[in-house]
């Protein structure tokens, strides 16, 4: 399954929900969720525990419109449009936490 | 100088993903004209707005940041940044486009009662 | 939205003729704007026009008429940098009259 997410992880609730509910799969990183994924965030080290149950996914172009393209955690795999189409497709359910 | 009034725009929210960075953005400098002691406060997510180095081609969106380097121009030089909510986000001093000044929350919320209007993005 | 046709191609603008695109602009299409405006380029009109476009180059705004005429006067010399010279050169408005000919926006705050 994959859960989509695209709120700020220190504003929104989105991002816990998601990794206290699902129990695994697919997860992408889209708009303001992408801060996510940047090193040295005061949630990284809660995204890098949900990596033995998830694989973490984050949308490049947004990370790059937001300058830190070169700030990318360990162990999340960059995607483009064509790779979050890829996603959306090899998944049978998708769920968005907005 | 003397009748100006001390305005404060306080920003909370991530470019991008929201409209209220530009739209704080563009009442900041039209704001400008009126000649008034303007502070630009920026806490939580808002310090995101002045992260360097955005490139928002990818996301067909207007990188409205350059704007943040004109300020000067517009003598809006009073901009401020909570400390605590920087390194929250893994980022330094040497991360923002446009030289702040760096404060605590506490010294911020001292900061947000001197002010007669408070502007909220 | 409107067009204007100029050497044979037309291009789009808004109801007040400020150019839709940026990359649309030439010196052909500038000039066009500058004769419905009732402004003939001189050199030192294309000073002005330049150096807005180098401004929306860097910091993606068109300056306000304020700040257009400091940062003139910085980089062009204090008998450029005032409002004199500057409506001499634009009479209905350098914000208004200089970026449209430049292909910039409206000012932010110029109503």
Redesign the interface.
């Known amino acids: 399954m994959l859960h989509i997410i695209n709120k700020s992880p220190l504003t929104s609730v989105s991002l816990d929900s998601c990794l206290n509910t699902a129990t695994g799969g697919d997860i992408l990183l889209i708009e303001d969720a992408v801060y996510a994924a940047t090193r040295g965030n005061a949630g990284e080290a809660k995204l890098r525990n949900a990596m033995g149950r998830f694989k973490v996914h984050v949308l490049m172009p947004d990370l790059e419109a937001r300058g830190l393209g070169d700030r990318l955690m360990e162990g999340v795999s960059p995607v483009d449009y064509g790779g979050f189409v890829d996603l959306t497709s090899s998944n049978k359910t998708c769920q968005s936490w907005l | 100088m003397s009748d100006a009034k001390k305005f404060m725009f306080v920003n909370r929210k991530a470019p991008y993903g929201t409209i209220y960075a530009l739209e704080s953005l563009e009442v900041v400098l039209i704001t400008a004209a009126f000649d008034q002691d303007v502070s630009l406060a920026f806490l939580d997510d808002g310090v995101y707005q002045l992260k360097k180095g955005q490139q928002t081609k990818g996301i067909e969106t207007k990188n409205f940041s350059p704007a943040y380097r004109a300020l000067e121009d517009y003598d809006i030089e009073k901009l401020y940044v909570e400390k605590e909510a920087m390194e929250a986000r893994g980022l330094t001093e040497e991360d923002f486009l446009v030289p702040v000044t760096l404060l605590s929350r506490a010294e911020m919320g001292k900061l947000m009662d001197e002010q007669d209007v408070v502007l909220s993005f | 939205m409107s067009t204007i046709e100029v050497g044979g191609k037309s291009y789009e603008t808004d109801e007040e003729g400020y150019l839709t695109n940026l990359a649309d602009w030439n010196t052909e299409v500038a000039n066009y704007i500058a004769q419905t405006e009732n402004v003939t380029m001189t050199e030192q009109h294309w000073e002005v026009v330049n150096f807005l476009r180098e401004y929306f180059e860097?910091?993606?705004?068109a300056?306000?008429v304020?700040?257009l005429t400091?940062?003139i006067g910085k980089k062009l010399g204090a008998e450029k940098g005032n409002s004199e010279y500057l409506y001499g050169l634009f009479p209905y408005g350098p914000g208004k009259q200089a970026c449209k000919i430049a292909g910039l926006p409206k000012p932010?705050?110029c109503v």
Request: charged residues 25%; aromatic residues 8%.
């Open positions: 860097e910091y993606q705004i300056p306000a304020r700040v400091k940062a932010t705050g």
